[in-house]
């Protein structure tokens, strides 16, 4: 096991956060989850509430600190060794888990920010996984020549995402 791996996992015992995240804003989160899958099953197209879940189910099953909506590069924030790690999160709701695919959203690498943390949702917006990747391993992976959706917008593949970084989570 990675050293980056065993700091995932120290991270993912500490839970002292749920007194941080607001028990209305929870019973909200849960009530948009059920409108989100009935939206789903109805249009066959998603609600577009994706990245607020997957920051909760990131608070929730690995301790961070979520932070304001207007706050620039970073989503949360998780102690570890005594520094404080700024989380660039995001989302992808998968249907099949058996065959991920799609793209992460932009990550701006002009913003500050650590580490970025995928979460993965099934169908029922739940998390089912979640991999975690150092700002330098973003960095070479979107620098890297070849792709315009990489290279211009910021944009790793969810594979791609999931080759560079360490599986932190899973159900």
Known sequence: MSA??????R???????LADVDAEVLEVLREAKILARRFYRLTGKPLGIT???????????????????RQVGYDAT???DGQELHIQIKGRCIANPAKINGRLGSID????????LLVLLD???????MYEASRAA??????RPGSKARNERGALAVRQFMAISTLCWIK
């Open 4 to 9: 980056r791996s065993i700091e995932c996992d």
């Open 11 to 17: 991270a993912a015992e500490i839970r002292p956060h």
């Open 51 to 69: 990245g607020e879940v997957a920051e909760y189910e990131a608070a929730t099953k690995l301790g961070l600190k979520l932070h304001s909506a």
């Open 78 to 80: 998780s102690l570890r």
């Open 109 to 116: 690498l002009t913003k500050p920010f650590d580490a970025v």
């Open 123 to 129: 169908s029922e917006f739940n998390a089912f996984a």
């Open 138 to 143: 973003v960095v070479a992976a979107l620098e």
